[in-house]
């Protein structure tokens, strides 16, 4: 199968994490898109930490449970070690030698990934889908694409997605002021980050603070 791999704390999930693997679906003829959140280091495994987790992970549930092709993949989420994205991929690799799979990042992430950890060691295990948000960027992607496959012989195709002001911060924020995250995730992650009260202060929630 040709397998989409989505990495990500996904702290939360928001709608653009789904629409730009539903690109990725479509566009590339996927079998399936995996979505892979991070686990927690060991040097700062905590309660609060392992909680943390808990719900990223419950969120992504809700958010793709009614997705047949979209999949929760929680192999770095039990890991005990720190996960890099080399180490992720040749594992799969070796896990399932019948997929062929394709990992997906943003613009940033294809012109930083010369600093990621062993990171000639991610170009043979996957086929690298980096995601363009507008077309005035087109020119210097497709230079940095013919620059890594050149000096690095790595396999990037360009993916195309819409330009979405959405961000996990900004969404953390507005939960923590008590405001509304409806339309930003999946209605079910919204209705779930209200009931456990997530991103909210200590001080408030001891002080009996819900969000409306």
Known sequence: MKIGIMGGTFDP????????????YEDFGLDEIWFLPNGNPPHKQTKEMEDALMHRVEMIRLAIKDVPYFKLCLHEAKETSHSYTYKTMRELNAIYPENEFYFILGADSLFAIEHWKYFREIFPTCIILAAMRDDKDAEDMRMQIHYLTQEYDARIELLRAPLLEISSTTIRKRAARGLRVYYMVP???????KKQHLYITKEKKSNGFRDN
Do not use: M, N, Q
């Open 187 to 193: 209605d079910a992650v919204a209705d779930y980050i």
């Open 13 to 24: 999930i928001h709608i653009g994490h789904l629409l730009l693997g539903e690109f990725a």
